[in-house]
């Protein structure tokens, strides 16, 4: 594994653990909430990914980070950056137009969902089965969430609800970003043949 890709995901941990430390005045000048949208503060659709309800959520989303890397190092370059950035941005717009019962949200998972796709889709097609199988775990326990609900020992552990839509939003965006970036691939190599 590429000393590169854990550098990525220890970066993006340490990120997550310095803004937890910021405690409850960074949680309530960067998580997603309806309110603060409506007067303005747009930074939060992208924001609010970042900070957690407490440190086992974050610790839980940094285990899923370091999954991730260990599943797909090869999506953890410098490029993860501003594919994160299209999911956060993607995720807090979907619940600002298409989940008006959230009002307020923070966490990474969403993002998550959609590098997860990222991630193992390029592998599944290349016939990794070990991808295929955790893309298909991802799927499921995903859809589970969304159709039966989470556990609520889960969301005891983590301090608050889990908003399953959320996750549902990253891992469509992470589709939509795959197909976008195939198309434009397709696009590129037949300007190059032409």
Not at 73 to 100: D, E, H, K
Request: proline content about 3%; hydrophobic content about 55%; aromatic content about 14%.
């Amino acid at each position: 594994m590429s000393r590169q890709a854990w550098l990525q995901a220890l970066m993006l941990a340490g990120l997550l653990l310095l803004l937890q430390a910021g405690g409850d005045e960074t949680q309530a000048a960067l998580r997603f909430s309806r309110q603060a949208l409506e007067q303005g503060a747009w930074w939060r659709l992208f924001t609010a990914h970042f900070i957690h309800l407490g440190w086992a959520h974050t610790v839980l989303n940094i285990a899923g980070v370091l999954l991730c890397c260990a599943l797909a190092p090869q999506l953890f370059n410098p490029y993860i950056w501003p594919r994160m950035a299209c999911l956060a941005f993607g995720v807090g717009i979907s619940l600002w137009c298409w989940t008006p019962e959230v009002t307020n949200y923070v966490g990474f998972s969403g993002v998550l969902y959609g590098l997860f796709f990222l991630g193992l889709w390029p592998e599944v097609r290349r016939g990794d089965r070990l991808a295929a199988f955790a893309l298909a775990m991802t799927v499921g326990w995903m859809l589970w969430q969304w159709v039966i609900g989470p556990w609520t020992m889960e969301e005891r552990w983590i301090g608050g609800r889990i908003a399953s839509m959320a996750h549902l939003y990253g891992f469509s965006m992470g589709v939509a970003m795959s197909g976008a970036n195939r198309v434009w691939r397709s696009i590129t190599f037949l300007k190059g043949n032409i």
